[in-house]
Each structure stands twice: as C-alpha cells, then as structure tokens.
C-alpha cells in the first residue's frame, strides 16, 4: 500500500502562497461539501494533535508570543474538514477575559460545534490553578475535560520499578483530592491511557475513587504500545469513559521489537466500528475526537530488559498473544515516514491524513 506522502499533490496555490496563508488555508472545506448528513447525533471531533506539524512549524515561524494554532483559527480549521467539535488545549486561548471567551462561544454556537477542553496532569494538583480553568470552562460552556498524567512513554520515562510506584502513588492521592473540586464545578475529566496505565490497572483507580466526574479518555491505540488488545481496552475502561482519541494503527516489526504509527481511519488494522459500538453502549453522548498524528513510527522495543522494568515480571503470556494476534499478521512493510520530507510536503501529508480520516469516519463509521 503506498504512503500518505505518494498519494497526495500539494495545491499549487500552495507553492506560491506564503508560509503562514498556507497554515491557515483551508483548502479542506470541499471535505464537508462531499459528505453526508448523518442521522446520529453529531459526535465527531478532531483534536488539537491532529495538527502537530502545523502548530509546530507556525511556532518557528511566528515571532508573537500568542498560541500558534489559536482557539478561533482551530475552531475555523476544525469546521472545514467537517468536524462536528473541537478537542482544544486550553493554551489555545489567547485569553482568559470573559468577553473573549463569549466571542468564541458564540462562534462555537453559530457553527453547531462542542467543545472539549484538554489541560495538563499539573493542573489536577493545583486547586488554584484548577478553579481557573473551571471558570474558562462555565464561560465557553464546557462540561468535558481530557488529561494525561504522562507526557511521554512508560517504558522511556521510568529507569526502575520504584519510580513508577511513586509515580501511581502521587496519581492516586492527586485525583481523590481534586475530585471534590470537579463534583462542585460539574465538570468531567477524562484521563487517557497514554502509553502509560494498563487498562485494569486505570480502571481500577477509577474504580477506587468512584465518582461520575473523573473517567477515562479512551484512546484507541495507545495500549498497543503495552502489548494490549484495544477491543479488550475499549471493554474495561467503557465504564469509565469521558471521552476518546479516535484513531486507527499500522505496525511493523523490527528486531527489538515493533514500530508503532498512527495512520489514516481506515488504513489500520483496528475494528474501529466495533470498538465504537463497545463505547456507545456505555455513554450514548460519547464524542469520537480524532487523534490523527503525522509522523514518523513509534518503536516499541518490548524485547529489551528495560521496557518491562516498571512491571512485575517479563509477561512471556502477554507477549505471545499480541505477536500471534497482531505481528505475525502485520500487513505493512514499511510504515509511512515524513522526516525526510520537506516543511510542504509535511503539511500537505498531515492535512491529507486528518481529510481521509474524516471522510472514512463520516462515511464508513457513521460519525
């Protein structure tokens, strides 16, 4: 199968368009024109992490101190490729001022968007910082927060088993703290599984703090990177679910283990439609937001003694199922790469991928 990059062809107005009108072009808006209407509630998002070149090369380019993919430049861009919502970092906003947030409400309203607002584990531990965000939340009439409580992998991130306990220890002391604070501002916060909690193991603190305001941001694929089913990831954190990254996964293997990419809906091996349905029948209101990110492979190197140093053995069990149920049945060779490619071509790939996602969840998911 080719490469995102060997399908696409950058617009020629893009050739000659400069850097910035070309970030905030939006040549996608043929996307919503294409599409059906669906008879299901509108629950299509996309995700601020959809766009990391985009909102990385605008940082290097931009000199303004300002968010580089603001709140109403994002909801607009949102809006043309036929999202029904926004899942927005709260540094987005470009203020916190109450007649600026009613602006982008109301922008919000008048496009018949929702929107979630995702904020950093940090902000769980402050209840300062918190009530803040709580208040951005009343003013733009959110009710559904994301977090992660790892920025990166955990198998990267801890050197031995013991920070890891502290770690979960912190985590656990954090969020039976905060939960008052989210029961008194009726605000709902899902913690995804970033790469970082087994799914019993997320499931079971939730479990222990049983509250209906703190849940679980589903994400589809993460826990492929531990070596688990998402069908039997999507089943134990359902309960639980808040919100999701929806998103769908290619692998590769390689001699330390395997590579990991994100790939346009409908590219990957996971049974989006059914993962969908396990999450529906749990919360009807779910929003499926996408989580699409162009770059290069993700390497998982499970064979290696460190990457099982923060669990209590090497699981021989675990790793035989996910190699017979999934890396012995691998269907790509060659995972796509967009390192080696120009800034355009970058751009183009990752406007590309975020556009068929969104026809494939339309159309053959019926979001």
């Not at 905030?24 to 070149?53: D, E, M, N, R």
């Not at 779910?286 to 699981?315: A, G």
């Amino acid at each position: 199968m080719n490469t995102p990059s060997d399908q696409i062809h950058l617009p020629a107005k893009a050739e000659t368009a400069s850097r910035r009108e070309f970030l905030y072009s939006i040549p996608a808006v043929t996307v919503v024109q294409s599409l059906k209407t669906s008879l299901t509630p509108k629950s299509y998002g996309i995700a601020y992490t959809s766009f990391p070149i985009r909102t990385n090369h605008t940082e290097q380019s931009m000199k303004s101190s300002g968010p580089s993919l603001p709140a109403d430049k994002f909801i607009d861009l949102v809006k043309s490729f036929g999202g029904d919502g926004c899942q927005m970092d709260i540094a987005q906003l470009s203020s916190t001022e109450a007649d600026y947030l009613n602006r982008i409400r109301t922008s919000l309203e008048e496009k018949e968007m929702f929107l979630e607002l995702s904020i950093s584990g940090r902000m769980l531990k402050d209840k300062e910082a918190f009530s803040r965000v709580a208040a951005v939340a009343k003013h733009l009439g959110v009710t559904r927060l994301r977090t992660a409580l790892l920025g990166g992998r955990r198998y990267e991130e801890f050197a031995e088993m013991k920070k890891w306990e502290d770690f979960v220890a912190q985590w656990q002391q954090s969020l039976r703290q905060i939960e008052p604070v989210l029961k008194q501002h009726k605000l709902l916060v899902g913690v995804e599984n970033h790469k970082d909690w087994l799914a019993d193991d997320l499931a079971e603190m939730l479990h222990r703090i049983s509250s209906p305001y703190l849940g679980a941001c589903v994400d589809f694929g993460n826990n492929l990177a531990l070596l688990e089913d998402s069908i039997q990831v999507a089943q134990k954190l359902a309960p639980y679910v808040v919100t999701t990254h929806l998103k769908d996964m290619a692998i590769s293997p390689y001699q330390q283990g395997f590579e990991l990419s994100e790939v346009p809906l409908g590219d990957g091996f996971l049974p989006l439609a059914r993962i969908i349905r396990i999450i529906r029948r749990a919360r009807p209101d779910v929003h499926f937001c996408l989580e699409m990110i162009t770059r290069d492979p993700l390497k998982v190197p499970y064979s290696e003694d460190k990457y099982w140093v923060t669990f209590k053995d090497r699981d021989i069990v675990r790793m035989r199922k996910f190699e017979n149920r999934f890396l012995k049945r691998a269907s790509r060779k060659t995972l796509p790469r967009i390192n080696n490619l120009t800034i355009d071509r970058r751009l183009a790939v990752e406007e590309e991928n975020v556009r068929r996602s969104t026809i494939y969840a339309k159309k053959t998911l019926g979001l």
